[in-house]
């Protein structure tokens, strides 16, 4: 391949014009092997573009203009979907005790598969409002340059610490700097093989396998049919695009919800500014829209009902403390008035 390469460079630099014929021949292949559906348009301009750095690299002068305007287009976005909360639901029915804190977590928060390389428990910091939790802060790719935070459910709260809970009574010395999914330990005599003692960190790829074998274990991948290359919905970034669609279907801010997700806003990075309280406070909208579970939902209404009543008694407080600021004022004037001395018509 070296010597090839070689090859290629000397006589495209002797021999004029040869080099940017080869190139208008191969990729006029790669156009028919489009227009045929053999490769996509996307994959046509990956190879176009590796041999423009080859070429660049190696000082092989070309008109790429003219040659850039016979690329076929590229899709913006894909055409698979995010996965619906009855297949969400399914999912979370695999025998795996991680799989619950995973996929709640991924889909109330939008964050990466790779997130998960980071992830300690002390980059996840509960919020309280009278007492209850309603959300969670989450700090993504801690000590990198592209550290963010977002927010996670009560139900994501909640599942990872009786996560953290179960690995703590299994004899784990789980600390803040133990990280949050880690390797599934073997509790029988004899054998080695995953010790409690000894807590391996999930990578991402484990993650993301975790989630392709929860899949097909309970039926929803299947082998795909002829010409088709996609499954209906991706394996982890179908989960961003659910966090994505119920916040929009929320109300919250469309801004919001890319500063949330680690997106650029365009010119907005440079002047939209939110305060943490402000991005909480519209993501509190989402919360009923991102639980998942029926058990977490009828939970989450009945803390709202509570909530709404400590409101009216709160409401009645104050109703009450006023009344009784005035009883003076009332019981003055029933005095003019019986003295003659204040008339009111």
Known sequence: MIERSKAFCERAKSKNGWAFSCIVQYLQTLKERVESKEITAG????????????????????????????????????????????????????????????????????????????????????????????????????????????????????????????????????????????????????????????????????????????????????????GKKRHEFQTDHGFRKWFKTRCELSGMKPINIEKLMGHSTGISDSYYRATEDELLEDYLKAIDFLTISNENKLILENQQVKRHNLQIEMDKDQIYSKLKELEPLLALKKTLEEQGLLKIS
Request: one cysteine or more.
């Open 43 to 226: 994959t046509m301009k990956n190879r176009y573009q590796a041999v423009k750095l080859f070429c660049d690299m190696a000082d092989i002068p070309i008109t790429w203009k003219k040659i850039s305007r016979g690329i076929p287009k590229v899709r913006k976005f894909a055409d698979d979907r995010a996965p619906t909360i009855d297949e969400i639901r399914k999912i979370l029915e695999y025998p795996d005790r991680r799989i619950k804190a995973i996929i709640f977590t991924m889909a109330s928060s939008g964050i990466r598969v790779g997130a998960w390389d980071y992830l300690k428990f002390k980059h996840i910091t509960p919020v309280y409002r009278n007492g209850l939790v309603v959300a969670a802060k989450i700090i993504v790719y801690a000590g990198e340059s592209e550290e963010q935070f977002s927010f996670i459910s009560p139900e994501s709260f909640h599942e990872i610490e009786k996560w953290k809970e179960y690995r703590i009574h299994a004899g784990e010395p789980v600390t803040s700097e133990s990280w949050v999914m880690r390797n599934i330990w073997n509790t029988k005599k004899g054998y080695t093989r995953g010790l409690i003692s000894a807590p391996v960190k999930l990578q991402s790829e484990g993650v993301k396998r975790l989630i392709e074998d929860a899949l097909w274990t309970q039926g929803l991948r299947k082998r795909l049919d002829a």
